[in-house]
Antibody, heavy 122, light 107 residues
Framework: EVQLLESGGGLVQPGGSLRLSCAAS????????MSWVRQAPGKGLEWVSR???????????YYADSVKGRFTSSRDNSKNTLYLQMNSLRAEDTAVYYC????????????WGQGTMVTVSS | DIQMTQSPSSLSASIGDRVTITCRAS??????LHWYQQKPGKAPKLLIY???SFQSGVPSRFSGSGSGTDFTLTISSLHPEDFATYYC?????????FGPGTKVHIK
């Protein structure tokens, strides 16, 4: 079964850091670009970042303007795991964070994790 | 960045109604437009990809059309399980923006 499982969410103070993980199974993880999508409470979906497939991903991650310079996406293909390092967190980063797999390079996201909640509050 | 708009933002409909939701991109995105259904507390579910292709397992009452900047999602006959929020999303270029959503209510 194709599956994504996020972890690492929690309560963090403004200015703090958190690292989310997304464990993938049931498909060839290294072959797919992966994305993070978030949803603030009661709000719509917001795409956060995308990291290219393969192992050479140093210059192949893209970010929403709202997180650029604060969030870093990375992957460990040997562990079938996607990461999102979140620094300088703000109240407006409070959301459920989903990792998502596309059908193909340009297709929609056909597999989503269950989401992990991040709350930024003092 | 490509901006996505949807209309209406919400609608009320009855079981059996035909429902059409519109999505518009701020510039041409060819057919790189996808539709999702989301129910409260759940992850989104892909319904239609590249404007008009059916995701496996999605009922045939859902269909998509359009290209360039204007797209539609149609539910031919509304079922009770279709009451949800629907989002469009473009993958033509990053950032892969989503529309603001259309909430389908029971009339």
């Amino acid at each position: 079964e194709v599956q994504l499982l996020e972890s690492g969410g929690g309560l963090v103070q403004p200015g703090g850091s958190l690292r989310l993980s997304c464990a993938a199974s049931g498909f060839t993880f290294s072959s797919y670009a992966m994305s993070w999508v978030r949803q603030a409470p009661g709000k719509g979906l917001e795409w956060v970042s995308r990291i290219s497939s393969g192992d050479d991903t140093a210059d192949s991650a893209y970010y929403a303007d709202s997180v650029k310079g604060r969030f870093t996406s990375s992957r460990d293909n040997s562990k079938n795991t996607l990461y999102l390092q979140m620094n300088s967190l703000r109240a407006e980063d409070t959301a459920v964070y989903y990792c998502a797999k596309p059908r193909s390079e340009i297709d929609g996201f056909d597999v989503w994790g269950q989401g992990t909640m991040v709350t930024v509050s003092s | 960045d490509i901006q996505m708009t949807q209309s209406p933002s919400s609608l009320s409909a009855s079981i059996g109604d035909r429902v059409t939701i519109t999505c518009r991109a701020s510039q041409s995105i060819s057919s790189y437009l996808h539709w999702y259904q989301q129910k409260p507390g759940k992850a989104p579910k892909l319904l239609i990809y590249v404007a008009s292709s059916f995701q496996s397992g999605v009922p045939s009452r859902f269909s998509g059309s359009g290209s360039g900047t204007d797209f539609t999602l149609t539910i031919s006959s509304l079922h009770p399980e279709d009451f949800a929020t629907y989002y469009c999303q473009q993958s033509y270029s990053t950032p892969f923006t989503f529309g603001p959503g259309t909430k389908v209510h029971i009339k």
